[in-house]
C-alpha cells in the first residue's frame, strides 16, 4: 500500500507547523547607577530528534522481529523446532511470536521547552558581586515510547485463555492454549511506537556572590536548590532521558511516571577561590629580601567546595507484572508498592543496609496460583518516581601552587594538589531493585567531581 493509498503524506507523517520560536529579554538599572541590574528573559524553544523517525523509515521489513522458541511437541520428546521444520506453524503448536518496532506517528509534534528567569544583581562592593535568579521551564510534547499492543491494567491476565476453538485467523498463545485475547493486535506481542505524551517542569533558585578581580583573594560561593519534575524518565528511570523517549507504565495515564527527575540534587553548594599566600617580597609577611621570603613567597591556595543532597532514585522489582500489562516484556521492571507510614531508609543506616527493605513490599502485587500461574492484582505499585532520596556528596579539594620566573618568557610551576582532602566517604545509590538479595546495598563510592577516596599528587610543569 502506498502513502496515497493510506491517505498520509508521503513522508509518512504530518509535518508539525507549531514551531514558533519567539524570544523575550530586558536587563534595567532601577537607581541609574551601575551598583544594581535587574535582567530578565523568556524564550519558546524547538528541538527536532528526528532519530527514531529516520529509524521508522527501514520499512516494515526491519521493524518486524520474530522470536521463535524451542519446546517439546505433545510427547514431551519430539522438538517443535528441527531442521526439516525450524519455523513451526501448526496452529497445536506454535513456536515463537512477532513484535513490531521502531514504529513511529504519523501526527507526531516537535518537543518544545519554555524556559524563563529573573536576576537581580548587586554591586556590594570591595569587587564583590551578588546575584539572585530564579529559572524556571516547561517542557511539552517530550517523547515517550509506548506499546500500543498494551492493554489497561486488569486483573485477569495479559491474555485470557479461552478453551473453545478459536475463529479463522485466530493467533495462539506462546504455551499453546487457544487464546480469546483483549489485545488490540493479538497476533503480535509488543508493537513500539513514540508518543508526544510527556512533560517536564524545572524552577530552581540561585544566590551566589563572587569576586573576580581581588589582589589577595577571588571566588565564587552559590548555593543552588531545585525542583526538577517530569515522566519523560518512563515507568523505572535509571538514567537521562533520551530522544525517542522510555517506556511508560501506562500508556494510557502518563501521570503515575510523573516525578523527581533522577540524578537531580534538591539543595547544591559550590564555591571556589584562589588565596594568594601573604608571604614574601611585596607581602604583609616576609617582605624583606632573604632566602626564607624567596622559599616561602609567591604561593597561591587554590579550592573546590562542593555540599549537595542525594540523587533522586525509584525502587523497582522484576518479579511481578501487578497490573498484568506485559510491563516486564517492555521495561522489563515494574515499581513496587511502598508503604506510607513506613520509613524509606534503615533505622541505623549502613553500606550493608541503607534502605528499608520492609518499605517495598512487592508480593501483594500478584495473585499466587504456584510459580507457573502467577496473576497480577490489577493495579500498579504505589511506589512514586523519584521519591527516595541517595547518599549525599561532601567534598573539599585543595591545592597549593607557586610560578616562579627563569626566563622572561619561560616559568617554572610547582604544585601539591589534594582531591577529597578529608577523605570523605561519598557513596554511590544503593541497590534499588528489590527483589534481589542485594537491595538496599552500596558497594562503591562516588568517582565525579573528586569525590573519591582521597587523592595526592605533586607536579611540575614548564610553561615557555
Known sequence: MTAAQAGIPTGLRYTDK???GPRLGFAWRPYANDKTVLRGGWGRFIETPLGFSLVSGWAVHSSYVATYNQDFQS???????????????????????????????????????????????????????????YTGSHGANLE?????????????????????????????????SLVSDHRPYPCWSVIQSVENAAESNYNSGTVEVSRHSGKTI????????????????????????????TYLTDRFHPGPDYGNVIFDRRHRLLATY???????????????????????????????????SGPFLTPYQQSVDPANTNILTTVGQARPDQLKNASLYAASRTTTQWLNLAAFPYQN???????SNQVGIG???????????????????????????????????????????????????????????GFGSITALQTAEGAGPRSLEAAGRITF
Open 18 to 20: 507549531t514551531d514558533l
Open 75 to 133: 510427547d514431551g520428546v519430539t522438538p517443535l523446532l528441527s531442521f526439516t521444520n525450524p519455523f513451526n506453524t501448526a496452529a497445536d503448536n506454535p513456536s515463537g511470536t512477532a513484535g513490531f518496532y521502531y514504529a513511529f506517528p504519523i501526527h507526531y509534534k516537535d518537543p518544545t521547552v519554555q524556559q524563563w528567569n529573573v536576576t537581580v544583581e548587586q554591586d556590594l562592593g570591595h569587587d564583590i558581586g551578588m546575584r539572585l535568579s
Open 218 to 245: 577571588s571566588f565564587d560561593a552559590s548555593y543552588n536548590y531545585t525542583r526538577d519534575l517530569s515522566d519523560a524518565g518512563g515507568a523505572t528511570p535509571n538514567a537521562f532521558a533520551v530522544a525517542g523517549g
Open 379 to 437: 493495579r500498579f505499585g504505589s511506589a512514586p518516581v523519584g521519591g527516595v532520596v541517595g547518599p549525599a556528596t561532601a567534598n573539599f579539594s585543595l591545592s597549593l601552587m607557586r610560578t616562579i620566573a627563569l626566563h622572561e618568557q619561560t616559568h617554572l610551576q610547582l604544585s601539591l594538589e589534594a582531591a577529597n582532602i578529608f577523605n570523605h566517604r561519598n557513596y554511590e545509590p544503593p541497590n534499588m531493585q528489590v527483589d534481589s538479595i
Open 274 to 308: 584562589l588565596y594568594s599566600l601573604p608571604f614574601g617580597r611585596g607581602e604583609r609577611w616576609l617582605s624583606s629580601n632573604n632566602p626564607l621570603s624567596t622559599v616561602l613567597g609567591n604561593w597561591q591556595l587554590a579550592g573546590v567546595t562542593i555540599l549537595q
Open 144 to 176: 515517550t515510547m509506548v506499546d500500543l499492543n498494551q492493554v489497561g491494567a486488569n486483573s485477569i491476565g495479559y491474555t485470557n485463555t479461552d478453551p473453545a476453538p478459536p475463529a479463522t485467523g485466530a493467533c495462539i498463545s506462546d504455551g499453546g
Open 365 to 371: 502485587l500478584a495473585h499466587n496460583y504456584g510459580t
